[in-house]
């Protein structure tokens, strides 16, 4: 019996935060504290991209971006993975907050998504002469900043917040497809974009510093998205549970 006890006391505090309710104040304690980790991180990883690393022999400052470039192209993939596992959270488990955690991630994602494509865009024009070209590591980039514009634009055109998750969710899980084409792009077509700049399966080509600064501005980012995201689920959870008598307390003591 102690033990089955112990079992569903365990089972209580997975699910404690999976309420709206509890999960706000959880989600207010934790914002500043991945928003001063990524300032922290982004200002080493600057320095280091910046400062530290060595000019390279064939590009040389230009390929410098790559320390805002692939950290931006990696959180947008990443981000749209986590929206679409919310998503299917929200569709399998009918919860509440799964659908508001989607919803959250969505804009983050799309930033990401942008910079990667504009940064990509400015260091392909020293190294390539243009641009902007039908790549397909670039035309799949494009159409996942689509899909991030439709999630967003879907759940914004339906009024009841429920039926816009489940709407929104089908959408973000169709188009996690889209995620693997964009990495194995440069492996399964003839493409102008290069490989990939690190590899879980290869040694890095790329000077130790070079790889620690990228590193750095990566996690940075995952920083900023977590704060960020969380931020904005906040702001949701007031929106949609402003009829609640918690909400209508929150609102009175911050008055």
């Known amino acids: 019996m102690p033990h089955d006890q112990a079992l569903q006391g365990r089972r209580l505090n997975a699910f404690t935060f999976a309420s709206p309710q509890t999960f706000f104040p959880l989600a207010g304690k934790m914002v500043p504290y991945f928003a001063w980790a990524a300032a922290v991180l982004a200002a080493i990883g600057l320095y280091i991209g910046f400062f530290v690393a060595p000019t390279d022999a064939t590009q040389g400052e230009s390929y410098r971006i790559i320390f805002i470039h692939v950290p931006a192209a990696w959180m947008s993939m990443f981000i749209y993975v986590v929206m679409a596992f919310w998503a299917a959270m929200g569709l399998?488990?009918?919860?509440?907050?799964?659908?508001?955690?989607?919803?959250?991630?969505?804009?983050?994602?799309?930033?990401?998504?942008?910079?990667?494509?504009?940064?990509?865009?400015?260091?392909?024009?020293?190294?390539?002469?243009?641009?902007?070209?039908?790549?397909?590591?670039?035309?799949?980039?494009?159409?996942?900043?689509?899909?991030?514009?439709?999630?967003?634009?879907?759940?914004?055109?339906?009024?009841?917040?429920?039926?816009?998750?489940?709407?929104?969710?089908?959408?973000?899980?169709?188009?996690?497809?889209?995620?693997?084409?964009?990495?194995?792009?440069?492996?399964?077509?003839?493409?102008?974009?290069?490989?990939?700049?690190?590899?879980?399966?290869?040694?890095?080509?790329?000077?130790?510093?070079?790889?620690?600064?990228?590193?750095?501005?990566?996690?940075?980012?995952?920083?900023?998205?977590?704060?960020?995201?969380?931020?904005?689920?906040?702001?949701?959870?007031?929106?949609?549970?402003?009829q609640t008598d918690w909400v209508d307390e929150y609102v009175r003591s911050r008055a």
């Not at 969505?106 to 494509?117: C, E, I």
């Not at 973000?172 to 590899?199: C, D, E, M, R």
Request: aromatic share 14%.
């Open 92 to 242: 399998i488990f009918n919860t509440r907050l799964s659908g508001m955690m989607a919803t959250a991630l969505a804009p983050t994602g799309a930033l990401f998504t942008f910079l990667a494509l504009w940064t990509g865009a400015l260091w392909g024009k020293p190294t390539w002469g243009t641009w902007w070209v039908w790549d397909a590591r670039l035309t799949s980039e494009l159409i996942l900043l689509f899909l991030y514009f439709g999630f967003m634009a879907l759940h914004s055109a339906i009024e009841d917040p429920r039926r816009a998750d489940k709407a929104a969710a089908v959408l973000a899980l169709v188009g996690v497809v889209n995620v693997p084409i964009i990495y194995f792009s440069v492996k399964w077509w003839n493409t102008l974009h290069q490989g990939a700049s690190v590899s879980l399966t290869a040694a890095p080509t790329m000077a130790a510093t070079m790889l620690w600064g990228m590193l750095v501005m990566a996690l940075a980012c995952w920083m900023y998205s977590i704060a960020a995201a969380l931020a904005r689920v906040r702001s949701i959870i007031l929106e949609r549970e402003r």
